[in-house]
């Protein structure tokens, strides 16, 4: 067993995110594990990039109200205690509603090269306040 030590809060880089959104590493695993768990803050608006992971990602809302959507439109609002997985692949955005701070857990696993993100174009503001529509 071991107590590891908490790691200073990131900015989310404006490269991947829109807004303003704080990132804390949990967890990130050593050989064998692959697993990247950090807990995501965003800011009334705040969003990342469309992305996808090689392996998948499991995100769990821990307070506020926020927006996940895939590229074919499909859109879930997420609220404190629920768990929404996009699989392997899978084009998707997710953040903060526009009147809301949302914070998630963000869990998925590296792929042996990187943590096995595959970062796109960021969501445009059309995008973003449509998928408040749905």
């Known amino acids: 067993m071991e107590l590891k030590p908490v790691p200073a809060t990131t900015r989310g880089p404006a490269t991947t995110f829109t807004g303003d959104v704080y990132v804390d590493l949990v967890h990130r695993g050593e050989e064998p594990s692959k697993m990247i768990v950090s807990r995501v803050r965003f800011t009334p608006g705040a969003r990342t990039n469309w992305h ?3 392996l998948g990602q499991t995100l769990h809302v821990t ?41 998630h857990l963000a869990m998925f696993e590296g792929d042996g090269s990187g943590d096995g993100t595959s970062w796109r174009e960021p969501v445009t503001d059309e995008q973003y306040h449509a998928a408040h529509q749905q």
């Open 63 to 103: 307070e506020g109200i926020g927006l996940v959507q895939t590229r074919d439109g499909r859109t879930i609002t997420l609220r404190p205690g629920d768990t929404v997985h996009t699989p392997p692949g899978e084009e998707h955005w997710h953040g903060a509603t526009a009147g809301n701070l949302m914070s």
């Open 52 to 54: 996808s992971h090689a």
